[in-house]
């Protein structure tokens, strides 16, 4: 008799049906779950400041900004949660109940040890699909470090690298400015000795 193995490919719809009732997110790459992971108080706090900055300078134009509980669909077999996504102009969604966003001009993510690489590689790459895709931040939680990515013509990528709190970055895809001393407000650093 034959052993019964468990299923280890599920379709898109098998995962968008399961996603709505599951306390636990996951994001979704080609028939396979990824787990979404419990996140730090730092990273929390860096969300929480990003969120409020970005608020405050776009909630009087036609800017969008959507946290952590909003799917991104990046291509037909590969929805995530990014930690925090932006539209400039009108959001796009795949379905009436507006769940998931298809049209983020402005990604960012809070780089955690257990998906740092993820973040920086397959994630990155694959993001870079989606054509209204213009900037990308990657934020260190660990110490002061932002790396900010903008789309350039012919679909190269200008990184720009950010280290010290009194730094600000321009963000063109939404017309925002922030500082790392805003981003960083309240987040316990270690202490350089």
Same mark, same amino acid.
């Given at each position: 008799?034959?052993?019964?193995?468990?299923?280890?490919? =599920? $379709?898109?719809?098998?995962? #968008?049906?399961?996603?709505?009732? *599951?306390?636990?997110?996951?994001?979704?790459?080609? /028939?396979?779950?990824?787990?979404?992971?419990?996140?730090?108080?730092?990273?929390?706090? =860096?969300? /929480?400041?990003?969120?409020?900055?970005?608020? !405050?300078?776009?909630?009087? !134009?036609?800017?969008?900004?959507?946290?952590? /509980?909003?799917?991104?669909?990046?291509?037909?077999?590969?929805?995530?949660?990014?930690? #925090?996504?932006?539209?400039?102009?009108?959001?796009?969604?795949?379905?009436?109940?507006? &769940?998931?966003?298809?049209?983020?001009?402005?990604?960012?993510?809070?780089?955690?040890?257990?998906?740092?690489?993820?973040?920086?590689?397959? &994630? @990155?790459?694959?993001?870079? *699909?989606?054509?209204? @895709?213009?900037?990308? =931040?990657?934020?260190?939680?660990?110490?002061?470090?932002?790396?900010?990515?903008?789309?350039?013509?012919? *679909?190269?990528?200008?990184? $720009?690298?950010? $280290?010290?709190? $009194?730094? &600000? =970055?321009?963000?063109? *895809?939404?017309?925002?400015? #922030?500082?790392?001393?805003?981003?960083?407000? &309240?987040?316990?650093?270690?202490?350089?000795?």
């Amino acid at each position: 008799m034959a052993a019964i193995l468990p299923k280890t490919y =599920i $379709t898109v719809d098998e995962y #968008l049906a399961a996603e709505e009732i *599951s306390e636990l997110k996951h994001e979704y790459y080609d /028939g396979k779950l990824l787990p979404r992971l419990g996140i730090s108080e730092s990273h929390c706090i =860096i969300c /929480g400041n990003l969120i409020g900055l970005l608020y !405050r300078q776009t909630r009087k !134009r036609d800017c969008r900004i959507y946290t952590s /509980g909003m799917m991104v669909k990046v291509s037909n077999n590969h929805y995530v949660y990014s930690d #925090l996504a932006a539209v400039y102009g009108q959001s796009f969604f795949e379905q009436v109940d507006q &769940k998931i966003l298809l049209n983020p001009n402005l990604i960012v993510e809070v780089l955690s040890p257990s998906t740092e690489g993820y973040d920086r590689g397959a &994630k @990155f790459e694959n993001y870079r *699909s989606i054509p209204s @895709f213009q900037e990308y =931040i990657l934020i260190a939680q660990d110490r002061i470090y932002l790396e900010h990515h903008v789309r350039q013509p012919e *679909s190269s990528w200008l990184l $720009t690298e950010y $280290t010290q709190l $009194t730094d &600000k =970055i321009q963000l063109p *895809s939404i017309d925002c400015t #922030l500082s790392l001393a805003d981003i960083y407000e &309240k987040v316990d650093l270690p202490v350089d000795e």
